[in-house]
T-cell receptor, first 115, second 115 residues
Framework: SQQGEEDPQALSIQEGENATMNCSYKTSINNLQWYRQNSGRGLVHLILIRSNEREKHSGRLRVTLDTSKKSSSLLITASRAADTASYFCATDAWFHGQGAQKLVFGQGTRLTINP | ETGVTQSPTHLIKTRGQQVTLRCSSQSGHNTVSWYQQALGQGPQFIFQYYREEENGRGNFPPRFSGLQFPNYSSELNVNALELDDSALYLC??????????????FGPGTRLTVL
């Protein structure tokens, strides 16, 4: 089962506009991460935000986290054609009694930037 | 580039066959996780290896097995392949399993097609 739910499932905007993607999750977390995936290839780590953080920036990326609502958002400002990709949020989940820490992904948002 | 490599890039097998996928983790990382990503879905956790021991397992049958070697590289083996095993298989390496150290770096993936 998937913990995170991204919204919208698909987003198409013009180059230069801002893109906002949302993620909701179900259980308490230690941190939440956002990844980008181009055309079914490997995942590229974008940003990690810890449960005690509310906002984080990295270049044109801004991530917010609201643990009371169990939600996060990813904002990409001044979008470029190269930002066309699928974006996933991932939350961590611990195995009871074990040391493993797995990532639980949503189904992703497919972002298309039109020139 | 994350420093995580996977081989082969693509693979075609028939039902009932066995397959071995390989992953070399990023230098200094002792933990490897494997994920299965079906088309249009987010990655699903298969299992994790930490210092050559399986450290946690997702909801996958026993015909999915793995190994981790002293140099922390890893293999994923799938026996008795089924059509639904067709997917992108991703490995991810990380520094450790402590809370707050779960930034995982993904390889480019192996695309497995089962006919």
């Amino acid at each position: 089962s998937q913990q995170g739910e991204e919204d919208p499932q698909a987003l198409s905007i013009q180059e230069g506009e801002n893109a906002t993607m949302n993620c909701s999750y179900k259980t308490s977390i230690n941190n939440l991460q956002w990844y980008r995936q181009n055309s079914g290839r490997g995942l590229v780590h974008l940003i990690l935000i810890r449960s005690n953080e509310r906002e984080k920036h990295s270049g044109r990326l801004r991530v917010t986290l609201d643990t009371s609502k169990k939600s996060s958002s990813l904002l990409i400002t001044a979008s470029r054609a190269a930002d066309t990709a699928s974006y996933f949020c991932a939350t961590d989940a611990w195995f009871h009694g074990q040391g493993a820490q797995k990532l639980v992904f949503g189904q992703g948002t497919r972002l298309t930037i039109n020139p | 580039e994350t420093g995580v490599t996977q081989s082969p890039t693509h693979l075609i097998k028939t039902r009932g066959q066995q397959v071995t996928l390989r992953c070399s983790s990023q230098s200094g990382h002792n933990t490897v996780s494997w994920y299965q990503q079906a088309l249009g879905q987010g990655p699903q956790f298969i299992f994790q290896y930490y210092r050559e021991e399986e450290n946690g397992r997702g909801n996958f049958p026993p015909r999915f097995s793995g190994l981790q070697f002293p140099n922390y590289s890893s293999e994923l083996n799938v026996n008795a392949l089924e059509l639904d095993d067709s997917a992108l298989y991703l490995c991810a390496s990380s520094l450790g399993v402590l809370r707050g150290q779960n930034e995982q770096f993904f390889g480019p993936g192996t695309r497995l097609t089962v006919l």
